[in-house]
């Protein structure tokens, strides 16, 4: 296996790989190394969380999102999901639970996010990045629901994780 | 706006725009412009699908996915979806519907993916690609759906489909 950095980039490393696959095929593959991420669905009550309008230069325009973000260097997944949801929200998690995780497109990333979900919030610090474009919104559960149903969400992790949460124990609401 | 292509590659071009947000803040951004893709599950009959294992270099190993590939230029998802199907599986379908659609990750690309359920399966001309290791598998609908909760299933594409299938009017299927 060789690699040659294309580029270093705040996103990850962009990389050229010389891979040798199972069965012997050496191909070169394009991956964009990513150090994984946390996303987290905040409830505010059992029935209304928060969901965010946020812009995506990438994505054409502004989309609905739960909390979310890269890990830092050495960060653990639920630290960074805490981190992130105070951040963008403004609330602190008195009670975190993971829920699964996804590969967001493994044909060339290797791009992890672990999921959460979070309760017992607390006012704390909202904090938006520069370059950070984003509406907190309270959404009753149900609605999002509906809006992963009719095809308003379309982002992959808030999908995911929205339809995790609904299989939740009881107890963990 | 800028933009500098820093790679022109299989997967898309990756691109480092110097965007302006909504409110006016300049920002540097890394995007992976990609066509987009299509992917579909495969109903051998009302209650078994087609699942594959595929090789993925970027995730470490071989996971479970549902057929899928990029569009080719100017290639309409629906076709691409049959011939992704009819490629991957050897199964050509009789009748597609569309279920959904999305984003997978788009703080970085703008790849968008258009979700398929495909319907009375003929055998058609199997052909995998130089790189491509994939096994086939028919799995009760019903099994996928418990890898799915398991954590089995971590592809995001996939869980988003198999999630839309399950409330596919009974006509759909």
């Known amino acids: 296996m060789t690699r040659r950095v294309l ?13 040798e696959l199972p069965g012997g095929t050496r191909v070169k593959l394009e991956i964009l190394e990513h150090p ?39 960060e653990d ?12 929200t403004g609330y602190r998690a008195g009670r975190i639970v993971r829920t699964g995780e996804i590969l967001t497109t493994p044909g060339f990333t290797n791009e992890r996010i672990y999921l959460y979900a979070a309760y017992d919030l607390v006012p704390g610090r ?13 959404v009753p559960l149900e609605e999002a629901l509906a809006m992963v149903e009719s095809g308003e969400i379309v982002d992959a992790k808030s999908i995911v994780a929205l339809h995790h949460v609904t299989r939740a124990t009881p107890g963990a609401r």
């Open 126 to 138: 909202l904090q938006h990045g520069r370059g950070e474009v984003i509406e907190i919104h309270e």
């Open 77 to 88: 997944p639920e630290t960074c999901a805490l981190r992130e949801l105070e951040e963008e």
């Open 7 to 19: 580029h270093e980039g705040k996103v990850g490393t962009f990389a050229l790989v010389d891979a």
């Open 36 to 74: 994984g991420a946390a996303a987290v669905v905040p409830f505010l009550t059992d029935d209304r969380i928060l969901l965010l309008r946020q812009y995506r230069y990438a994505a054409g325009g502004t989309i609905w999102e739960i909390p979310a973000g890269k890990l830092d260097p050495g």
